[in-house]
């Protein structure tokens, strides 16, 4: 005779069997730490930047805007480098700070929201592109659109 835990456990196997893989939000997930940090990432990629880790440059997508759902959550460690956004690319900024001045230059269809931490605000926003800054610590004064 089956247990009620067996059973429950059979149930939401076939329930979680049954999904569609599309619910499955990034193919790669990279964590720095414990991992380090890439260069660049591509579609169907999250990268998160957490406390301790380090981003010395990043190009989120590809440069003829063809990527798609590409994340790059920053809650703690050092943004230092120039980060390239491109088509696809939503940079969330939560936490940690931006070291020597790293330039943010976002293109047509990416997001850079700033929500805290401690951001050099050295963007550059081209058209079709999208900042928000809600809360944190931001200051610097080259901002171009």
Known sequence: MKSKATSLFCALFV????????????????????????????????????????????????????????????????????????????????GGSTGAVPVFTLNNGSALNVSGGTFQLNVASNAGSTVTVSSGSVFGNQFTV
């Open 15 to 94: 329930v979680v069997a049954a999904l569609p893989q599309t619910l499955c939000a990034f193919n790669t997930v990279i964590n720095v730490p414990p991992s380090a940090a890439p260069s660049s990432i591509g579609s169907s990629t999250q990268l998160n930047l957490l406390t301790g880790g380090q981003l010395n440059a990043l190009t989120a997508g590809a440069a003829d805007g063809s990527s798609t759902n590409i994340e790059v959550n920053a809650s703690g460690g050092t943004v230092s480098g120039a980060v390239t956004a491109n088509a696809g690319t939503v940079f969330n900024f939560s």
